[in-house]
């Protein structure tokens, strides 16, 4: 049996991480469950799959949880609170596989200890590779560790990579990466119309059911800037060989094409648990829980390119990636700060890529030869991009 701690339990990555062990009981245990603030949750996965540890990062919360579980009798958890308790139970030796599944600069250093520490790390978090880039991937070739993509992007291409590809590694036989992306909510919304969108409109994704950052980031695109610099990382390609691609029907989830004009495609149902299930099994297969594809039901395909008037912020990740160095940790904080603004009501929606835009025209770039560098560029970015959001309120 393989131990698995999960960063970000609760969340919606999480929840289908523990549902995908759930029906292999006999290949994994839970060794760490981790939340930032939901509780109940936090509890009743306890309480179902008796992990080792349970963290949460409020000391306040982990000291209600510890109560909580000792009220119900239930004394097979040791709870743990604070950020350091996150990379803890990343690295225990009785843990092969670390689900890096915490949303946002914050599942950086407890996933960099899991990729320094060799695990298996099953790497949901894209910002934390954003954020240190070359750093990260260097961690994970000095240790050895496997780094195994969970967007379903990045999994997908991963699957369609040659036979015993690992991260991290250029193929040269690889002439384009086709990442997919649905388009989000407002692939048909008048232009004029953007300014006017609420936070529940941009989180009511057409196809995939996810937490409301991301559902954001969806909604704008960033997600997909994100997901671009992250292959340009995973699979040591450059960003002119990485195409954008609006596919709305988010079944084929990515494709690569070879110089032989081979183009393989990776298709299935817009659930998480496929490529969790994929990378879980890896390099074997087991049951997700995901019903059959039924192409018939599905119909038809359809693809076009992605209009960066529409969408600013994939154009702001494209200069992000060929600038390099802090550059995409300037992007990433920005856009944090900046989605939580619009999610809290106090910007509009356009302004997220303007918050993006200032962020990396006025903080200095430095290069990111170590991760003290890229935090303090991550704290420099949000600090310029509160305050301007600050003047829009």
Same mark, same amino acid.
């Given at each position: 049996?393989?131990?698995?701690?999960?960063?970000?339990?609760?969340?919606?990555?999480?929840?289908?991480?523990?549902?995908?062990?759930?029906?292999?009981?006999?290949?994994?245990?839970?060794?760490?469950?981790?939340?930032?603030?939901?509780?109940?949750?936090?509890?009743?996965?306890?309480?179902?799959?008796?992990?080792?540890?349970?963290?949460?990062?409020?000391?306040?919360?982990?000291?209600?949880?510890?109560?909580?579980?000792?009220?119900?009798?239930?004394?097979?958890?040791?709870?743990?609170?604070?950020?350091?308790?996150?990379?803890?139970?990343?690295?225990?030796?009785?843990?092969?596989?670390?689900?890096?599944?915490?949303?946002?600069? @914050?599942? !950086? %250093? /407890?996933?960099?200890?899991?990729?320094? *520490?060799?695990?298996?790390?099953?790497? &949901? =978090?894209?910002? +934390?590779?954003?954020?240190?880039?070359?750093?990260?991937?260097?961690?994970?070739?000095?240790?050895? @560790?496997? !780094? %195994? /993509?969970?967007?379903?992007?990045?999994? *997908?291409?991963?699957?369609?990579?040659? &036979? =015993?590809?690992? +991260?991290?590694?250029?193929?040269?036989?690889?002439?384009?990466?086709?990442?997919?992306?649905?388009?989000?909510?407002? %692939?048909?919304?008048?232009?004029?119309?953007?300014?006017?969108?609420?936070?529940?409109? &941009?989180?009511?994704?057409?196809?995939?059911?996810?937490?409301?950052?991301?559902?954001?980031?969806?909604?704008?695109?960033?997600?997909?800037? %994100?997901?671009?610099?992250?292959?340009?990382?995973?699979?040591?390609?450059?960003?002119?060989?990485?195409?954008?691609?609006?596919?709305?029907?988010?079944?084929?989830?990515?494709?690569?094409?070879?110089?032989?004009?081979?183009?393989?495609?990776?298709?299935?149902?817009?659930?998480?648990?496929?490529?969790?299930?994929?990378?879980?099994?890896?390099?074997?297969?087991?049951?997700?829980?995901?019903?059959?594809?039924?192409?018939?039901?599905?119909?038809?395909?359809?693809?076009?390119?992605?209009?960066?008037?529409?969408?600013?912020?994939?154009?702001?990740?494209?200069?992000?990636?060929?600038?390099?160095?802090?550059?995409?940790?300037?992007?990433?904080?920005?856009?944090?700060?900046?989605?939580?603004?619009?999610?809290?009501?106090?910007?509009?929606?356009?302004?997220?890529?303007?918050?993006?835009?200032?962020?990396?025209?006025?903080?200095?770039?430095?290069?990111?030869?170590?991760?003290?560098?890229?935090?303090?560029?991550?704290?420099?970015?949000?600090?310029?991009?509160?305050?301007?959001?600050?003047?829009?309120?």
């Amino acid at each position: 049996m393989k131990g698995i701690t999960v960063l970000g339990s609760t969340g919606s990555i999480g929840v289908s991480t523990l549902d995908v062990v759930a029906r292999h009981p006999d290949q994994y245990r839970v060794i760490a469950l981790t939340a930032n603030s939901n509780i109940d949750r936090l509890f009743e996965q306890c309480l179902r799959f008796a992990p080792q540890y349970a963290v949460m990062i409020d000391y306040g919360l982990a000291d209600e949880l510890r109560k909580r579980l000792a009220d119900a009798g239930f004394k097979k958890t040791e709870v743990l609170g604070g950020t350091k308790a996150l990379e803890d139970v990343c690295v225990l030796p009785e843990v092969d596989s670390v689900m890096a599944a915490i949303v946002g600069a @914050a599942g !950086l %250093l /407890p996933t960099l200890a899991a990729a320094k *520490a060799a695990k298996t790390v099953l790497l &949901a =978090n894209k910002e +934390a590779l954003v954020m240190s880039g070359p750093l990260f991937m260097s961690a994970v070739a000095d240790s050895g @560790a496997n !780094l %195994l /993509p969970i967007d379903s992007e990045h999994n *997908a291409i991963f699957q369609c990579m040659p &036979a =015993n590809y690992h +991260a991290g590694v250029a193929a040269p036989e690889v002439r384009r990466i086709l990442l997919t992306a649905s388009g989000g909510p407002f %692939l048909r919304k008048p232009l004029d119309e953007l300014h006017d969108v609420t936070p529940d409109q &941009a989180v009511a994704h057409p196809n995939w059911v996810m937490g409301r950052k991301i559902s954001v980031d969806s909604a704008s695109m960033m997600n997909k800037g %994100l997901e671009l610099i992250e292959a340009c990382l995973l699979f040591n390609t450059p960003p002119d060989q990485v195409q954008v691609v609006i596919h709305p029907q988010s079944v084929i989830h990515s494709m690569v094409d070879y110089v032989d004009g081979t183009v393989l495609a990776q298709m299935g149902n817009p659930d998480m648990r496929v490529p969790i299930a994929h990378a879980m099994a890896w390099p074997t297969r087991f049951d997700s829980g995901v019903d059959p594809l039924d192409l018939f039901a599905v119909k038809r395909l359809d693809f076009e390119a992605p209009d960066l008037v529409r969408f600013p912020c994939l154009q702001r990740a494209y200069d992000a990636v060929r600038a390099g160095e802090t550059m995409p940790a300037i992007l990433n904080a920005a856009n944090e700060i900046a989605v939580a603004a619009f999610l809290d009501g106090k910007i509009r929606f356009t302004a997220i890529p303007d918050t993006i835009s200032h962020c990396m025209d006025s903080v200095p770039v430095n290069k990111a030869d170590s991760i003290d560098a890229v935090l303090l560029a991550d704290q420099a970015a949000r600090q310029a991009a509160q305050a301007y959001t600050n003047r829009l309120n």
